[in-house]
């Protein structure tokens, strides 16, 4: 799917933009602060329903003004023609989806898939695993239509038992382990099939931009390899009940990356963390795009300044290989070689506002 068109009402220093983006490579550029992040964060909230700069709805908001709205026209590749549409007022979200209230951001996300690859991406390398499982169940969430209802029961169960476990109800919790182990490993089959797929398109995209051998990518469970869930569980049933939840299980997941024997953060520079999130992102764009008709939309803010040369042209040329929308924004365009790329347009963002540049060459 692409967005064909996008309109934004107060959101930060843009009072009103409407813009008509290219189904390619979309350029947005502009000095700092003249609005281009925001511009990704529109997007970013018709997708996603929340922001990826401010945990509070209301700094989005544009100083003074009572909401915020942002409204997108997407086309999927079935050739059908949908809206959505966004509302930040009083601090409360609210979202439509083709006229109708949508109250959840999985419904969101199934119309307007979208991945962002930022500056501090490498949080996704050196972060905690709590992102790396999100980074995973994103994935998931996306090319498996089962996982969303399995992660739920999960989840809900995992609650139950916590429960259990605070009120030291030993005697009901056997009813229960066996649902949760049964959601469980459910789990742990979906996200190592992933994790699977996910290491083999990263690691092309990996040699491009590093240059050596690659990462070796381990899903590890959130409990002792040897053993089953089940056995897991009984046997720290003890410290659980002291603890008052559950220690070990999915929600304990982690992706393991090692390189030449070392754990990549603390092998990789800095530089280099930021290009293996780079690519573990266009392998997770890869992997989605091959396993759906639609292709998910890249949002790239800022990257290229921080990257030589070089690797820029490399990234760029992977990011556009990988298919489907792509936004992309920097400072200097004169930065970007912008040749070898056929369909793009490109956008000059200046005190909030966004002017299309007449294409060049005809
Ligand atoms: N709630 C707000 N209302 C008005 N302006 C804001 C608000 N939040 C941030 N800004 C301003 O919006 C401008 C655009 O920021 P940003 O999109 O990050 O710019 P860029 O990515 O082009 O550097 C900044 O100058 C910032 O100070
Ligand atoms: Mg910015």
Redesign the pocket.
């Known amino acids: 799917m692409a967005l064909s068109r996008l309109s934004i009402q107060n959101l930060?220093?843009i009072q009103a933009a409407t813009f008509e983006p290219c189904d390619r490579l979309n350029l947005i550029y502009?000095p700092?602060?003249?609005?281009?992040?925001?511009i990704l964060e529109a997007i970013y909230l018709l997708g996603r329903g929340k922001s990826f700069r401010s945990a509070y709805s209301r700094?989005?908001?544009?100083?003074e003004q009572p909401e915020l709205t942002v409204f997108g026209r997407i086309f999927s590749a079935d050739g059908r023609l949908h809206s959505l549409g966004i509302q930040i007022k009083e601090g409360r979200f609210r979202a439509k989806a083709d006229g109708a209230f949508e109250q959840r951001s999985s419904g969101l996300a199934a119309l307007l898939p979208l991945l962002l690859i930022s500056p501090d991406g490498d949080k996704l390398i050196k972060g905690s695993p709590r992102q790396r499982r999100r980074f995973i169940d994103w994935g998931l969430f996306h090319v498996e239509h089962e996982f969303l209802s399995i992660w739920q029961r999960y989840n809900r169960l995992l609650q139950q038992r916590n429960a259990l476990l605070r009120r030291k109800r030993r005697d009901l919790l056997q009813a229960w382990d066996n649902q949760l182990v049964a959601a469980a490993e459910r789990l742990d089959q979906f996200r190592r099939g992933y994790v699977d797929s996910l290491a083999h398109q990263a690691q092309q995209f990996l040699l491009r931009l590093l240059e050596f051998e690659g990462i070796e990518f381990r899903y590890q469970s959130g409990w002792p390899e040897a053993d089953s869930y089940g056995e897991a569980l009984r046997t720290n049933l003890d410290s659980d009940l002291k603890a008052g939840f559950t220690q070990r299980g999915p929600h304990r997941a982690d992706l393991g990356m090692r390189v030449r024997g070392g754990a990549a953060a603390e092998v990789l520079s800095g530089g280099q963390q930021k290009l293996a999130a780079c690519a573990l992102l266009l392998g997770q764009a890869s992997v989605f795009n091959q396993g759906k008709r639609e292709n998910c939309i890249i949002l790239v803010d800022d990257l290229p300044a921080e990257l030589d040369t070089h690797h820029r042209h490399a990234f760029m040329q992977l990011l556009y290989s990988v298919g489907g929308q792509l936004f992309v924004?920097t400072t200097d365009r004169h930065l970007l070689e912008l040749d070898p790329f056929p369909e793009k347009r490109m956008f000059h963002?200046e005190q909030g506002r966004v002017t299309p540049e007449k294409e060049d060459g005809d």
């Open positions: 930060r220093n502009g700092n602060g003249s609005g281009k992040t925001s700094r989005i908001v544009r100083h924004t963002v």
